[in-house]
């Protein structure tokens, strides 16, 4: 089983910045992708940025210029860093873990982190 442990999320003024953190620890199959998705309220969860296991990423047109993703192997940790945050960016935010065993994707998600962004 894998578990994956996020934190900071918070209250922030348009214009500002967060950085959100999610840790995973168990039987972690390399390699392996993270990614970050959020669900506003009232809507459906959305891919926001996914980060492989050669460091390769990719991110949502709607964030892309303003949203950075990364990861640390070692720690296998991934961070997404919001700047510039917009209202419309308020979502709880999910970590997502994937790998292939047996051929079969395993996916994992964290228990989600609020983000709110408003004056």
């Known amino acids: 089983q894998v578990q994956l442990v996020e934190s900071g999320g918070g209250l922030v003024q348009p214009g500002g910045s967060l950085r959100l953190s999610c840790t995973a620890s168990?039987?972690?199959?390399?390699?392996?992708?993270m990614a970050w998705y959020r669900q506003p309220p009232g809507n459906q969860r959305e891919l926001v940025a996914i980060?492989?296991?050669?460091?390769?990423?990719n991110v949502g047109g709607s964030v892309k210029g303003r949203f950075t993703i990364s990861r640390d192997s070692a720690k296998n940790t991934v961070y997404l860093q919001m700047n510039s945050l917009k209202p419309e960016d308020t979502a709880v935010y999910f970590c997502?873990?994937?790998?292939?065993?047996?051929?079969?994707?395993?996916?994992?998600w964290g228990q989600g982190t609020q983000v709110t962004v408003s004056s």
């Open positions: 168990g039987s972690i199959v390399e390699p392996y992708t």
């Open positions: 997502n873990l994937n790998f292939r065993d047996y051929n079969r994707d395993q996916n994992f």
């Open positions: 980060v492989t296991s050669g460091g390769n990423t």
